[in-house]
């Protein structure tokens, strides 16, 4: 559950899920990507979002774009 979640009533106990675990750096990955990949269509509109996984070191995402990114960009 995240924290906007109600605890059931049969719960007995809540187990915190950290950033320095492996489930919890995980979760961390993985919102993190949704948040660049928002990032970059509100940035660049015309911007497809393809594939984003969490990875061993980290995240991804490719994207289609109608242009190659430069400096300029």
């Known amino acids: 559950l995240d924290l906007s979640q109600t605890v059931p009533a049969h719960t007995t106990a809540i187990t915190p899920v950290t950033a320095d675990s492996e489930e919890g750096l995980q979760i961390l990955r993985h919102s993190v990507s949704h948040i660049m990949a928002q990032a970059v269509q509100k ?3 015309n911007t497809k979002v393809t594939i984003g ?3 061993e070191n980290g ?3 490719d994207f289609q774009f109608n242009f190659s990114f430069s400096e300029a960009h």
Do not use: D, M
């Open 43 to 45: 940035l660049f509109p």
């Open 53 to 55: 996984p969490s990875i």
């Open 59 to 61: 995240f991804y995402y």
